[in-house]
């Protein structure tokens, strides 16, 4: 009878370790009775950006790289795009259930509640220049509401969390709008809640002397599925930045600016405008062999494409291409998708693709909607934090149940000098105004 266990013998004192082996892992503290001598510390595992640890136990969201799976609370995402609304996933991976009628009636006004920002707001995002990139500007307007919210500091009492999750999820859209109208010298435009929550987000962007701003249907219909499809997406960059500030115990508008700012990187968030700008450095089909044997000669990378986790198609990205049909449809194509489409025809049928299992993201078709939309490409993280806000509440929240958990505090290999000494004849420092 095979049993659930890894035996491990220790070269170095030829001991024997039985380590339990529970959900394909085995707990690293078991490792430290593994011991050279009384005084040894134990062994550690080293695992560089984290390859291969789980940091946490959580029932949120489901990813099968090889099998290019996602699931929210157990609903694959394919159905959730086409049968659910964005506001009835948030509450599905806040709460691990679909609202009913009644619930969510209740949540959507709750929401609609939230979208007003203090006016203080307003003079803040007054100090930005003209020309300052709109995530700096969201993410430093979301730790902002921190001061406008001090109580939200008592993040064991779950209440006052939820308080905060409804503030938090309800004024994103505001301030994602609000740093677009900054950047182009234009009035801010209040929430209406005659509008849905995509409906009203674009309202916020795009009204201007009409009196009332009625959203195309296919275009708020769209939004809302991207917004689905970037809410959560298990441990990734963000959301494990949103987990280990949050386990400090910080406020979640200090936790989730920081969870922006790791989005806002190239490597991830920030990957949807490197797509559009790559797209447009390239410039037309004919230049696109030159730009791929650059990478493949590890000069430049193909954003928009590869994933720590999928090793096939990334289920979003095919989603979004149906989205981009959709608004296509409406506002004629846009000429950079059949650049898009050409790149990934070439690079799937390239040996250093296929060998390296670099398919399509999330980020790769993204951008090319949102420009079609009418967003400037340094809006398209902005559009990707402000339903990923969701996602890092929900594991913020799961994380805050969780009693295993602890502050977040890695250990390290020491690799510098162990030990040296000042020259015994160098003087003390003595008290002065000096410096
Ligand atoms: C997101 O984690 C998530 O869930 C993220 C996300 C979410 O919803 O939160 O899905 C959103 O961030 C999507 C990813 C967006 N980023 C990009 O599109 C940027 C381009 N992609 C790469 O930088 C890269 O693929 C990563 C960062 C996404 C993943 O990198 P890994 O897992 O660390 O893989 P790696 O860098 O070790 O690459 C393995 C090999 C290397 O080649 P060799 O050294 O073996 O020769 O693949 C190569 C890499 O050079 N490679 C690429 C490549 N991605 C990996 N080569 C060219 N172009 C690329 N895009």
């Not at 059949?338 to 999330?362: G, H, T």
Request: charged fraction near 25%.
């Amino acid at each position: 009878m095979k049993a659930n266990v890894l035996t491990v013998t220790d070269g170095r004192t030829d001991k024997t370790y039985v380590l339990p082996i529970d959900a394909g892992t085995i707990r690293a503290m078991e490792l430290r009775q593994m011991k050279e001598g009384a005084e040894d510390f134990g062994l550690m595992t080293y695992d560089p950006a984290f390859m291969n640890t789980a940091s946490c136990k959580s029932s949120i969201t489901y990813i099968d790289g090889d099998k290019g799976i996602l699931r929210y609370r157990g609903y694959p995402i394919e159905e959730l795009a086409e049968k659910c609304t964005f506001l009835e996933v948030a509450y599905l991976l806040l709460n691990g259930e679909l609202p009913t009628d009644n619930q969510l009636k209740e949540w959507q006004n709750e929401v609609k509640h939230h979208t007003m920002l203090h006016e203080t707001t307003k003079k803040f995002l007054e100090g930005f220049r003209y020309d300052a990139h709109p995530m700096g500007m969201f993410v430093s307007t979301v730790a902002a509401l921190s001061t406008v919210y001090p109580e939200a500091r008592n993040v064991l009492d779950a209440e006052n969390r939820r308080r905060q999750i409804v503030r938090l999820i309800g004024k994103v859209p505001t301030i994602a709008a609000y740093t677009y109208r900054h950047s182009k010298g234009l009035p801010y435009v209040y929430p209406d809640d005659d509008l849905n929550y995509t409906g009203n987000f674009m309202n916020m962007l795009w009204r201007m002397v009409e009196p009332k701003y009625a959203a195309h249907p296919v275009m708020a219909r769209a939004l809302s599925v991207l917004f689905i499809l970037h809410a959560d997406h298990e441990q990734n960059c963000s959301t494990n930045t949103m987990r280990a500030v949050g386990s400090s115990q910080a406020d979640p508008y200090l936790s989730v600016a920081a969870a922006a700012a790791a989005l806002s990187g190239p490597l991830h968030g920030g990957a949807n405008e490197a797509v559009l700008r790559m797209l447009d450095q390239i410039g037309t089909k004919e230049n696109i062999p030159a730009y791929i044997e650059q990478v493949k000669a590890g000069k430049l990378k193909l954003m928009g494409f590869g994933h720590r986790v999928y090793k096939n198609y990334d289920p979003r990205a095919r989603i979004i291409k149906w989205a981009a049909d959709q608004v296509f449809r409406v506002t004629g194509r846009n000429p950079r998708l059949d650049m898009a489409l050409e790149l990934e025809k070439i690079a799937l049928e390239d040996e250093y693709f296929i060998k390296r299992k670099l398919y399509p993201n999330v980020d790769f078709y993204s951008g090319i909607i949102y420009q079609a939309m009418g967003f400037s490409p340094d809006m398209f993280t902005v559009l990707f934090a402000i339903p990923r806000t969701v996602g890092w509440l929900a594991h913020w929240d799961e994380l805050m149940r969780d009693t295993e958990q602890k502050i977040a505090r890695p250990r390290q290999i020491y690799t510098g000098v162990m030990e040296r000494h000042l020259p015994a004849n160098r003087p003390a420092i003595q008290a002065s105004a000096a410096v």
